[in-house]
């Protein structure tokens, strides 16, 4: 076990992604905290791990309001004895050219992507920081933190934008033995992604195969989705590292799509 008796906090963790990093952790031992704004969802998932005999809870928060990122971290923290790991994942997407998009999607995809970041990781750190016992913050990146698409514009600036919060977060943490990272997947088949393919066929003028073949999957090198398993196998790799060594970076998981 990996993680025994860590403190996970996890943004979005009721669905997707989120959710299959929530169920890997908890099977190495951590306490899961299960942070979302589905309330109902997050409470299902907490039951969920329960039943297989992990310890969780599902916590109610909007990443974009400070009150109650700050209430929920204090929540789960008050209920399993501290905050070990961070996993700032909670996200959407909105896609229109860039002449189309409304100042008010802007805002709210920044505010989801890059407020919801800076907020958990402030309230987390404090934790960190006071228990003297080290931690991990990890952010859900993307290919899109390193390479742009089509409709994009506010996905794209804001996940290159965690890559920045990672570094510093990185370099002040150093010295209380808290590392930052972020994970970069490729195309993965969640809620999220199920609703771009209409919506991308359509702005496109393409089939939905097209699009799954012909954008999201053309530059893999075998035509194959990332799966949460792969994402969540890459969080792993993150929260249980013992030292400082492993900090500040970005690593892409996503059938070779985009290689550094
Ligand atoms: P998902 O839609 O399956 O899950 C997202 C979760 O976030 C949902 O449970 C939702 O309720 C929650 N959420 C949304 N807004 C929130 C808010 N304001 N406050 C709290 N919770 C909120 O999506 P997913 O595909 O699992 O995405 C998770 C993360 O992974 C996102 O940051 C996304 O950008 C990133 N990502 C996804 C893919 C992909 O292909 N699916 C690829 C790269 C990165």
Known sequence: MQLKDKVAYITGSASGIGKEIAILFAQEGAKIIIADLNKEAADATAAELKATGAQAIGVAVDVTNEDQVNASVEEGAAAFGGIDILISN????????V??????????????????????????????????RGGSVIYMGSVHSKEA??????????????????????????????????????????????????????????????VIKNVMLKETVDGEFTTTEDVARVALLFAGFPTNALTGQSLVVSHGWFMQ
């Open 90 to 97: 909670a996200g959407i997407q909105i896609v229109h050219p």
């Open 99 to 132: 002449e189309e998009f409304s100042f008010a999607d802007w805002k709210k995809m920044l505010a989801i992507h890059l407020d919801g970041a800076f907020l958990t990781t402030k309230a987390c750190l404090k934790h960190m920081y006071a228990q003297g």
């Open 149 to 210: 698409s089509l409709l994009k514009a506010p996905y794209v600036t804001a996940k290159h934008g965690l890559i920045g919060l990672a570094k510093t977060v990185a370099k002040e943490g150093a010295k209380h033995g808290v590392r930052a990272n972020v994970i970069c997947p490729g195309f993965v088949r969640t809620p999220l992604v199920e609703k771009q393919i209409p919506e991308q066929a359509k702005t496109l003028g393409i089939s939905e195969e097209e």
